[in-house]
């Protein structure tokens, strides 16, 4: 039996995460504004809330909105929206074009069916009460039919409550805060090492900003520095914007089917930084190279430099570009390296990140296994960072 071969998750995705995750404090940071086309051919646009993906397709976005809403009518004469949200605390808005669908009483889809009876659970008893109101859009009249006992968790789902999933076909990302190239957090003593920590696709160098605070006591003369990726089109994911330390080409995998230009660029500017590292009177043997998927091919590439290194740290990764030898300098032959991952990562699948390093037959490298973990971090894996870290720059 042929093995699945499973999609990585688009960029999109992590982006809007991370988003809701730095604004989870804006209590209005799950409102978005959806526009649609009437009937007439004008624009219609108003607020619904976002609840959550569709179980089973983290591509599908899910709302709930009335069965008796215009909107309705809008959509089954196109199934086109776009929804554009704003998150106020990162200053970056999202807009997701895609397909429309209602899921009502009469759907006879078992997966879309159990989504709406899942939205349905868990609004609260104040939510479910909108769908007694009368007729949306009328002029308010008794007051007294607004204010019915509510339905509850347990209680049938009204016909007109209906599911709404956006399909997302088309993504634009745009940050309207400063962009930093880097974050920098210096250490509490005298400078003496530093760790250069490259996040993943879809990411920035703040998203990795807990690990020099968790580590801050342990590493009390390393200054971490956590750069940020540009921008680019990923192939993979039809010409969407992320950043990206190298584009994924449609077919990533084999070294022929990887974008090497980009990563020797990415090289380049590792390069780069460890040059302004010696300039500060920290030579390389005193810089870890780290990094998280993405990050962490590109750690385990500069394994490639002529400059020693002390150390590289590779979080759920695998080593680029195979095909060209040797995997490491002569400079590096000694470099301890240490690279985790977990058996439940579906991004980054174990075996091919076993596959990748299986010719890395060098002194000091150590690839260690998680069990349940999936393209992640947990408390026992920052353990091991911590270990691994403090090993190499306690000078």
């Given at each position: 039996?042929?093995?699945?071969?499973r999609?990585?998750?688009?960029?999109w995705?992590?982006?809007?995460?991370?988003?809701?995750?730095?604004?989870?404090?804006?209590?209005h940071?799950r409102?978005v504004?959806?526009?649609?086309?009437?009937?007439?051919?004008?624009p219609a646009n108003?607020?619904?809330?976002?609840?959550?993906?569709?179980?089973g397709?983290s591509?599908?976005?899910t709302?709930?909105?009335d069965?008796?809403?215009r909107?309705?009518?809008?959509?089954?004469q196109?199934p086109?929206?776009?929804?554009?949200?704003?998150?106020?605390?990162t200053?970056?808005q999202?807009r997701?074009?895609?397909r429309l669908?209602?899921?009502d009483?009469?759907?006879a889809?078992?997966?879309?069916?159990?989504?709406?009876q899942?939205?349905?659970?868990?609004?609260?008893?104040a939510?479910?009460?909108?769908?007694?109101w009368?007729?949306p859009?009328?002029?308010?009249?008794d007051?007294?039919?607004f204010s019915?006992a509510p339905?509850t968790?347990?209680?049938?789902v009204l016909?007109?409550?209906?599911?709404?999933?956006?399909?997302?076909e088309?993504?634009?990302?745009?940050?309207?805060?400063?962009?930093s190239?880097?974050?920098m957090?210096?250490?509490?003593?005298?400078?003496?090492?530093?760790?250069?920590m490259?996040?993943?696709?879809g990411d920035?160098?703040?998203?990795w900003?807990f690990?020099?605070?968790?580590l801050?006591?342990d590493?009390?003369h390393?200054?971490?520095?956590?750069?940020?990726?540009?921008?680019?089109?990923?192939?993979?994911?039809?010409?969407q914007s992320?950043?990206a330390?190298?584009?994924?080409?449609?077919?990533?995998?084999a070294?022929t089917?990887?974008?090497?230009?980009?990563m020797?660029?990415t090289?380049?500017?590792?390069e780069?930084l460890?040059?302004?590292?010696?300039a500060a009177?920290v030579?390389?043997?005193?810089?870890v190279?780290?990094g998280?998927?993405?990050?962490?091919?590109?750690a385990?590439?500069?394994?490639?430099s002529?400059?020693?290194?002390?150390g590289?740290?590779?979080?759920?990764?695998?080593?680029?570009?195979?095909?060209?030898?040797?995997?490491?300098?002569?400079?590096n032959?000694?470099?301890?390296?240490?690279m985790?991952?977990?058996n439940?990562?579906?991004?980054?699948?174990?075996e091919?990140a076993?596959?990748?390093?299986?010719g890395?037959?060098?002194?000091?490298?150590e690839?260690?296994m998680?069990?349940?973990l999936?393209?992640a971090?947990?408390?026992?894996?920052v353990?091991?960072?911590?270990?691994f870290?403090?090993a190499?720059?306690s000078?």
């Amino acid at each position: 039996m042929q093995a699945a071969v499973r999609a990585p998750a688009a960029p999109w995705r992590e982006v809007l995460q991370r988003a809701l995750k730095a604004n989870e404090a804006c209590r209005h940071s799950r409102y978005v504004q959806l526009a649609t086309v009437r009937p007439d051919g004008r624009p219609a646009n108003r607020t619904i809330v976002y609840r959550g993906q569709l179980e089973g397709d983290s591509d599908v976005l899910t709302f709930v909105t009335d069965s008796r809403s215009r909107k309705i009518e809008e959509i089954a004469q196109s199934p086109w929206g776009e929804v554009a949200w704003y998150f106020p605390d990162t200053r970056e808005q999202l807009r997701l074009l895609g397909r429309l669908t209602v899921v009502d009483s009469a759907t006879a889809d078992t997966r879309l069916q159990q989504g709406r009876q899942a939205a349905w659970r868990n609004m609260s008893n104040a939510g479910r009460l909108q769908f007694l109101w009368p007729q949306p859009g009328e002029s308010r009249g008794d007051e007294s039919l607004f204010s019915p006992a509510p339905p509850t968790a347990s209680d049938p789902v009204l016909d007109t409550f209906c599911l709404l999933c956006l399909d997302v076909e088309e993504v634009d990302h745009i940050q309207l805060a400063p962009v930093s190239l880097r974050h920098m957090y210096p250490p509490s003593g005298q400078h003496k090492s530093t760790v250069i920590m490259l996040h993943g696709l879809g990411d920035s160098g703040i998203g990795w900003a807990f690990l020099p605070k968790l580590l801050a006591e342990d590493l009390p003369h390393t200054q971490w520095v956590l750069p940020n990726a540009a921008v680019r089109r990923i192939s993979r994911f039809g010409g969407q914007s992320s950043t990206a330390w190298f584009d994924i080409l449609p077919a990533a995998g084999a070294d022929t089917q990887q974008d090497a230009a980009g990563m020797k660029d990415t090289l380049s500017y590792v390069e780069h930084l460890l040059e302004q590292q010696a300039a500060a009177g920290v030579p390389s043997s005193q810089v870890v190279i780290g990094g998280f998927s993405q990050g962490g091919a590109m750690a385990l590439l500069a394994l490639r430099s002529e400059r020693q290194l002390a150390g590289v740290l590779a979080l759920s990764a695998f080593m680029p570009l195979t095909g060209e030898q040797p995997l490491f300098s002569e400079a590096n032959a000694q470099t301890p390296t240490l690279m985790t991952h977990g058996n439940a990562d579906q991004v980054i699948l174990l075996e091919r990140a076993q596959r990748s390093v299986a010719g890395l037959t060098k002194p000091g490298f150590e690839f260690k296994m998680y069990p349940g973990l999936a393209h992640a971090v947990r408390d026992d894996l920052v353990d091991d960072i911590r270990a691994f870290l403090t090993a190499q720059l306690s000078f």
